[in-house]
């Protein structure tokens, strides 16, 4: 009998009328292909001036994932014994509510809800030109924030991203016009330690633990290929001695 595979998903927490609650997105397929992406930190230049040190880096690579999910609402129907609650909605209303919270990791965190009135505070307090403490200093209205989230591709890759790419094409619909079937283009972001020092939210601090983890698990990774090197590549190399 084959193992049981363990499922990718992103994590991120949605705010509610009751509070924050997890939206934990678990993939009813796992991508057969998944793009990693680096590129140069941010700063470096492509041709450092003369005399430059010209491996010198401000900081960390940029990170990318991109990959491709399918969701299909026959398969959640037909798993009803195992989780009835998924084969409940996938009936009522096809693959609509995985697609939408997908869809919510696009949004500012507090663009409804009670989120709403502190907006609109804000932007009052700084139409009249009252700062937080009620000094005379105009308030800046603050950014809208969209929800740090927690790309887990396994127990050795569990990294804190941001949604910059979403493509949903629905291609089968039930009598409501609910879809039934969806491929999904997802773009991701690791957010660096850096970035992650002006995250607010309940994942800050578990984004930062989970980058320092993941980054420490890549370490231990390239030191044990170190035992791979092969003894004849390593005589070709030019004595500097």
């Given at each position: 009998m084959p193992?049981?595979?363990?499922?990718?998903?992103?994590?991120?927490?949605m705010p509610t009328f009751i509070g924050s609650v997890p939206?934990?997105?678990?993939?009813?397929?796992?991508?057969e292909t998944i793009t990693h992406t680096w590129s140069a930190a941010p700063g470096v230049s492509a041709?450092?001036?003369?005399?430059?040190?010209?491996?010198?880096?401000?900081?960390?690579?940029?990170?990318?994932?991109?990959?491709?999910?399918?969701?299909?609402?026959?398969d959640m129907v037909a798993d009803g014994t195992a989780n009835p609650v998924g084969a409940d909605l996938a009936t009522k209303s096809g693959v609509y509510t995985r697609l939408a919270a997908l869809e919510m990791l696009q949004y500012p965190a507090g663009s409804f809800g009670g989120g709403l009135l502190g907006k609109v505070s804000s932007a009052i307090r700084a139409g009249l030109g009252l700062s937080a403490?009620?000094?005379?200093?105009?308030?800046?209205?603050?950014?809208?924030?969209?929800?740090?989230?927690?790309?887990?591709?396994?127990?050795?890759?569990i990294v804190p991203v941001r949604?910059?790419?979403?493509?949903?094409?629905?291609?089968?619909?039930d009598a409501l016009l609910n879809p039934i079937h969806a491929d999904v283009q997802v773009?991701?972001?690791v957010l660096t330690p850096e970035e992650l020092q002006g995250v607010q939210?309940?994942?800050?601090?578990?984004?930062?633990?989970?980058?320092?983890?993941?980054?420490?698990?890549?370490?231990?990774?390239?030191?044990?290929?170190?035992?791979?090197?092969?003894?004849?590549?390593?005589?070709?190399?030019?004595?500097?001695?």
């Open positions: 193992g049981k595979f363990i499922k990718g998903a992103l994590i991120s927490f939206n934990v997105i678990v993939f009813q397929f796992n991508p041709a450092p001036k003369s005399g430059a040190d010209p491996m010198a880096t401000p900081g960390v690579p940029g990170e990318t994932f991109s990959f491709s999910l399918a969701v299909d609402s026959s403490s009620g000094g005379g200093a105009k308030s800046v209205v603050p950014a809208s924030e969209v929800p740090t989230v927690l790309f887990v591709w396994g127990p050795q890759r949604v910059t790419g979403l493509t949903i094409t629905e291609k089968l619909y773009t991701l972001r939210g309940e994942l800050k601090t578990v984004a930062k633990v989970a980058y320092v983890y993941s980054q420490g698990l890549r370490q231990v990774q390239a030191l044990a290929n170190l035992g791979d090197a092969g003894a004849s590549i390593i005589g070709m190399l030019p004595n500097p001695f």
